[in-house]
């Protein structure tokens, strides 16, 4: 028997559409009960962060491994520990512009500034006494603003220890007597 492809083709149309007609014809599963949407959590009331809690978190222990750093002569960790400072306040700045109607930003730029700048030229240059005169106006900068907003008995020091034991000051890169 001779097929007519034609033919052949309009059957297998005709199929097909059979086909999808009798899958449309077929009882749609029941759809399982929607699921009871959960309640939204109610939103996480923001902590908004105090200057004190800024201070705390970003800043003293910024202020402290340089320090150490600066003790131990390891100049690359100094050098970082400087730039991690001025970042900080850049960040306090922008996200709390006032203190008591005080602008932080401007106030910490007059009292780090020039510190800043002297202690990069230090590290810069290598220089331990350098680096201890930088640092000691640092820590002056950081009191000037204390006392200047209503703070002035929260004083800064150059730290006499680590406050951080897993953190090693000294150069190289290699942990204190733990060579592998
Ligand atoms: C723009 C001015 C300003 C500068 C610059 C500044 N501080 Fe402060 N600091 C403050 C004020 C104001 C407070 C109190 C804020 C508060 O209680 O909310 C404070 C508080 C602190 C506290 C107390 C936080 C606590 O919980 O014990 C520490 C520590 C501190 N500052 C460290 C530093 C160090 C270190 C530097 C220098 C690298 C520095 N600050 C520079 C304004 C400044």
């Known amino acids: 028997m001779h097929h007519h492809p034609a033919l052949i083709a309009a059957l297998a149309a005709a199929a097909l559409v059979a086909a999808a007609s009798t899958l449309s014809a077929q009882p749609a599963p029941a759809a399982p009960p929607a699921p009871q949407a959960p309640a939204p959590p109610p939103p996480a009331a923001a902590y908004p962060m105090t200057l004190g809690d ?90 000037a603003c204390h006392a200047a907003l209503f703070h002035p008995f929260v004083v800064i020091k150059a730290p006499d220890a680590s406050a951080f034991p897993n953190q090693k000051f000294s150069p190289g890169q290699e942990p204190d007597g733990k060579q592998p």
Do not use: S
């Open 54 to 143: 800024m201070m705390n978190t970003l800043v003293q222990p910024r202020h402290a491994k340089l320090g150490l750093a600066g003790q131990a002569q390891n100049w690359p960790l100094a050098g970082y520990a400087v730039i991690e400072i001025r970042q900080a306040f850049a960040g306090i700045a922008k996200a709390l512009p006032k203190f008591r109607g005080y602008p932080v930003g401007e106030l910490a730029d007059a009292a780090l500034g020039q510190p800043l700048n002297a202690l990069q030229d230090a590290i810069r240059l290598q220089d331990p006494k350098k680096f201890a005169v930088a640092y000691g106006q640092l820590t002056q900068g950081c009191n």
